[in-house]
């Protein structure tokens, strides 16, 4: 079946505009996660939604970040005002239980 | 908070070649933990994982243990080839399998 794919994958922004992020996990995966990976770095935790519930957003940077997965399916990550410092690969996963499926990522380049 | 320390690369073996890629963690009650690989330009993966104590995880000829009283998984592989040449990355998840990361080792294998 299907994996987790993520949209678009490559995303060039100037400084100062707002982004979107989606993502379309494995049909009926409960979990839903957002990573951000800076080059040569791992992935940092962002936020966890079980179904529509968002449970934990403690990894988000700022308050520029803002995700939402309103019908506990499809996942949008928005970043405001975006700055040069969240160039990074945006990483979606889904679960649901204890394997993590991760899709190819979102680029983000922010000049 | 929950970490993963694993060693820097860049790790340059020649093919057949015996790997090992350390990794400790620090987490609060008994997580499970992971190897992760990134080959270039393809997602995450997952490449082998253990749940308890004394677990050992295998996949593709590579093996870790899980060792509580080390705080340790090492990543082992017999004889490496040229298509293992990627990033692989340490991982650990608790509670609702958040993951942690560490900060990924790159091997290069060389004919």
């Known amino acids: 079946g299907a994996g987790v794919s993520q949209s678009p994958r490559y995303k060039v922004a100037k400084r100062g505009q707002d982004v979107a992020l989606r993502c379309d996990p494995i049909?009926?995966?409960?979990?839903l996660f957002w990573y951000q990976q800076a080059l040569g770095q791992g992935p940092e935790f962002l936020t966890y939604?079980?179904?529509?519930?968002?449970?934990?957003k403690s990894g988000l940077p700022s308050d520029r970040f803002f995700a939402e997965r309103p019908e506990g399916s499809v996942s949008t990550l928005k970043i405001q005002r975006t700055q040069q410092e969240d160039s990074a690969v945006y990483l979606c996963?889904?679960?649901?239980?204890?394997?993590?499926?991760f899709g190819p990522g979102t680029r983000l380049t922010v000049l | 908070g929950d970490s993963v320390t694993q060693m820097e690369g860049p790790v340059t073996l020649s093919e057949e070649a015996f790997l090992t890629i350390n990794c400790t963690y620090t987490?609060?009650?008994?997580?499970?933990l992971f190897w992760y690989v990134q080959y270039p330009g393809e997602g995450l993966q997952l490449l082998l994982k253990?749940?308890?104590?004394?677990d050992k995880g295998s996949n593709k000829g590579f093996e870790a243990t899980y060792r509580k009283e080390t705080t340790s998984f090492h990543l082992e592989k017999g004889s490496v080839q040229v298509s293992d040449s990627a990033v692989y990355f340490c991982?650990?998840?608790?509670?609702?399998?958040?993951?942690?990361f560490g900060t990924g080792t790159k091997l290069q294998v060389i004919p």
């Open positions: 049909s009926g995966h409960v979990s």
């Open positions: 996963a889904s679960s649901t239980g204890d394997e993590q499926f």
């Open positions: 991982a650990l998840a608790g509670g609702y399998q958040k993951v942690t």
């Open positions: 987490a609060t009650g008994y997580p499970s």
């Open positions: 939604f079980q179904n529509e519930a968002q449970l934990d």
């Open positions: 253990a749940t308890k104590a004394d």
